[in-house]
């Protein structure tokens, strides 16, 4: 990673202008999300389709892992992933080395789930990204990297 600029210095009402908007386009996404998720008609809630989206782009994830990355308690996480197995979307495998740590997987119904939800969202991103133009892609692109740390993926697509 490249050393920070020491001509970068952001006051206050900058940094909450930041917070502001990342704020409001959460929200923005959310309503996508919620659109999606009750045109499903499943009863599932955002918690269940961002499991969905993180086992589509980490397969084989486990409970305490996915508590990680969303913040959820492992309790929580594991509802969430016990919600998904019994309406058909998630499966649970033992792991090969222990057999009590078990991973989850999308079946073929939750890939679908999944990709219907976030279809709406990567038309959301698409026409932001083409407002902030190639280097304005990029740019969010780190700073969102930044943001994530230790969540990011360390091999691999990455964000």
């Given amino acids: 990673m490249a050393a920070a600029d020491p001509r970068l210095i952001l006051r206050d009402e900058e940094l909450d202008a930041g917070l502001e908007l990342m704020m409001l386009a959460e929200a923005a996404l959310w309503a996508g999300v919620d659109a999606g998720?009750?045109?499903?008609?499943?009863?599932?809630?955002?918690?269940?389709?961002?499991?969905?989206?993180?086992?589509?782009?980490?397969?084989?994830?486990?409970?305490?892992?996915?508590?990680?990355?969303?913040?959820?308690?492992?309790?929580?996480?594991?509802?969430?992933?016990?919600?998904?197995?019994?309406?058909?979307?998630?499966?649970?495998?033992?792991?090969?080395?222990?057999?009590?740590?078990r991973t989850a997987s999308l079946t073929a119904a939750g890939q679908a789930f999944e990709g219907r939800i976030a279809e709406r969202l990567r038309g959301q991103l698409a026409r932001s990204y083409r407002t902030g133009g190639l280097d304005g892609v990029a740019g969010a692109r780190r700073i969102l990297s930044a943001l994530a740390g230790g969540r990011m993926k360390?091999?691999?697509g990455g964000a």
Avoid: Y
């Fill in 37 to 101: 998720l009750q045109a499903e008609d499943l009863g599932l809630g955002r918690s269940h389709w961002r499991a969905a989206f993180l086992l589509k782009r980490r397969p084989g994830v486990g409970v305490q892992e996915l508590a990680h990355l969303t913040s959820l308690s492992k309790q929580a996480a594991s509802r969430i992933l016990s919600d998904l197995e019994a309406k058909g979307l998630a499966e649970k495998v033992s792991g090969d080395l222990d057999a009590r740590r």
């Fill in 154 to 156: 360390t091999s691999g």
